[in-house]
């Protein structure tokens, strides 16, 4: 299991996006990669805020790696989040 310790109220919007139609194309566990950085980036972090702020994308997500796989960590994920891990999103 990807993310054994994730909330369930976490893992059922990520099982959601990893079904959305611009994801379902790709093999699961891809799906499922990518549906999950996008969930705790928007989530978990303060990505959004950043954004807002006048950041572009990837500085934004620069300053919220340590965040991200914080989360990861804790949720006890099998994979944490590289900083050069290309996503989809």
């Known amino acids: 299991m990807l993310l054994p310790r994730a909330p ?3 893992t059922e919007k990520i099982r959601a996006a990893a079904n959305d139609r611009k994801l ?3 093999p699961a566990s891809i799906a499922v990669w990518i549906a999950t950085i ?6 978990h972090t303060d990505y ?3 954004l807002k702020e006048g950041y572009d994308r990837d ?4 300053f919220v790696l340590g ?15 590289e900083p050069d891990d290309e996503e989809v999103e």
């Open 67 to 81: 965040d991200i796989n914080e989360t990861l960590t804790h949720w006890r994920a099998t994979r944490l989040l």
């Open 8 to 10: 369930y109220a976490d």
């Open 48 to 50: 959004d805020t950043l």
């Open 38 to 43: 996008a969930h705790v980036r928007h989530e």
């Open 24 to 26: 379902r194309g790709l």
């Open 59 to 62: 500085a934004a997500r620069f």
